[in-house]
């Protein structure tokens, strides 16, 4: 006799419960926006890296945020096209509602956008984000390129899922933009250390081996 049988669930209603969990649980997507002619090419020099770094995130959410997200990520390769078919944020924007706009959707972009509120090359929007991914000119065998996308892919990355983050605990724009900004500012203009992992999900300290940055969440009040 097994253990639902004796307290009288049924398996089918495990399994249809499951379903609903999945269904109402918060996805986050990230989407790795690539030019229709290299994105062979980025999926073999950095996808291992984005798909590492969409799990590190998963982690990082519950660790710090107490939020529970079914989180994937997939390559868009796109056409880049001219004038009113330009693949830009307005562009993104749309896809972001094409797609459902209750899905926290963040693209990692080949380009900036051409205007944003965020103290960086990237934007944030109800349930969306975006950040410009960065990538070596060169990937040779003894540059360290897990190092490389994690100070400069990564720390950004923190920055953007932080506001929305905090905007989901019902928080005033003050809070969930000026008060990251500022914690921001402190690392980019006064050098206070961010935030190291390994890839134990361990907290390492900037000279050790590390693959992955965040911003300090010591310093969130929300
Ligand atoms: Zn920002």
Redesign the pocket.
């Known amino acids: 006799m097994n253990f639902l049988y004796c307290i009288g669930i049924d398996e089918s209603k495990i399994l249809l419960m499951y379903a609903v969990y999945l269904m109402v649980q918060d996805k986050l997507f990230f989407i790795y926006v690539s030019k229709e002619e290299e994105w062979k090419k980025r999926y073999e020099e950095d996808w291992d890296y984005v798909s590492s770094l969409t799990r590190f995130f998963k982690w990082w959410i519950k660790h710090e945020f107490h939020e529970d997200f079914a989180v994937e990520a997939d390559i868009l390769p796109v056409i880049p096209g001219k004038l009113f078919d330009r693949v830009n944020l307005a562009y993104l924007l749309r896809d972001h509602k094409e797609r459902g706009s209750s899905i926290f959707h963040f693209y990692l972009t080949y380009f900036k956008p051409m205007w944003t ?4 090359e ?1 934007y ?1 929007g109800e349930n969306f984000g975006l950040t410009t991914w960065f990538r070596p000119k060169v990937f040779s065998s003894n540059f360290k390129v897990e190092r490389y996308f994690a100070d400069n892919n990564c720390s950004k990355i923190s ?2 899922l932080s ?1 929305e983050l905090i905007r989901r605990k019902q928080k005033k724009r003050k809070v969930y ?1 000026d008060q ?2 500022k914690i ?1 500012d402190s690392h980019v203009n006064d050098n206070v250390p961010f935030y190291y992992y390994n890839k134990q999900l361990n907290r390492v300290s900037k000279n050790s081996e590390y693959r992955y940055v965040t911003i300090d969440t010591s310093k969130l009040e929300y």
Not at 117 to 120: F, G, P, T
Request: aromatic letters at 16%; hydrophobic letters at 40%; one cysteine or more.
């Open positions: 509120d965020c103290h960086l990237g944030h920055h953007v506001h933009f990251v900004h921001w």
